[in-house]
Nanobody, 120 residues
């Protein structure tokens, strides 16, 4: 499972780094994807980092603004978010996939997520 953290209120145009720490499995063996979801909306994939640290995947909505990274020694994946916009206001989650990047979540892998709120 993952424990996501770092979400907070930030002003539009600001920056924030959020984290997800893995528990109970070896992070290095998995591709890790950040997802996000607004209330009443579908969950969307945001960014993915492969286990081999190949070129990350980014959705068009965050490309050039967000950077995903991993520290396997800390069992943690990060997402640096710059030039934040109000439409980035969502709850952010991590998911792992052994085979593909971005992840195709199976069952209900979701933690509590971390809420990012971007104010005008």
């Amino acid at each position: 499972r993952f424990v996501e953290s770092g979400g907070t209120l930030v002003q539009s145009g600001g920056s924030l780094r959020i984290s997800c720490e893995a528990f109970g499995f070896r992070l290095a063996a998995y591709q890790i994807t950040w997802f996000r979801q607004a209330p009443g909306k579908e969950r969307e994939k945001v960014a993915c980092i492969s286990k081999g640290n190949e070129t990350p995947f980014y959705s068009d909505s965050v490309k050039g603004r967000f950077t995903i990274s991993r520290d396997n020694t800390k069992s943690t994946v990060y997402q640096q978010m710059n030039r934040l916009k109000t439409k980035d206001t969502k709850r952010y989650y991590c998911a792992a996939d052994y085979f593909v990047c971005p992840a195709v979540p199976q069952g209900n892998p979701w933690g509590q997520g971390t809420l990012v709120t971007v104010a005008e």
